[in-house]
């Protein structure tokens, strides 16, 4: 078993990273919208604001999907399946997929 997490940068992509989770059999997920640390550091502390205006005003809001996976070879199905449908996390803009193994899941599918 593992918890991936998912990290979109870009949140239009969302429908289709959840739509290669379905497909992979992968239903115990949570999708979350939240902000970069970046735009909260720029709107709490005043430093940050004004280094961020040297380098133009970009929307950090994000969408975290946290998963338990059953085994690796579902998430690099997910991870295939993600890049064939234009969904490419090698590419810095589109954001990050990371897994860790987990030794204890109680409940869920």
């Keep these: 078993m593992y918890v991936a997490v998912v990290i979109l940068r870009n949140e239009s992509l969302t429908r289709?990273?959840?739509s290669s989770m379905i497909e992979c059999?992968?239903?115990?997920a949570t999708v979350l919208d939240g902000e970069g640390i970046e735009h909260y550091a720029g709107e709490t502390i005043p430093v940050f604001a004004s280094l961020r205006s040297l380098?133009?005003?970009?929307?950090t809001?994000?969408?975290t999907i946290i998963?338990?996976?059953k085994s690796r070879d579902v998430l690099q199905q997910f991870v295939h399946l993600?890049?064939?449908g234009g969904v490419d996390f090698e590419h810095d803009e589109v954001g990050t997929?990371?897994?860790f193994p987990?030794?204890?899941h109680l409940g869920g599918r």
């Design 102 to 104: 987990c030794d204890f």
């Design 97 to 99: 997929v990371m897994a």
């Design 25 to 28: 059999g992968i239903f115990d």
């Design 16 to 18: 289709a990273v959840v």
């Design 61 to 63: 809001y994000n969408t």
């Design 82 to 84: 993600c890049r064939s």
């Design 55 to 59: 380098f133009g005003e970009q929307s």
């Design 67 to 69: 998963a338990s996976v």
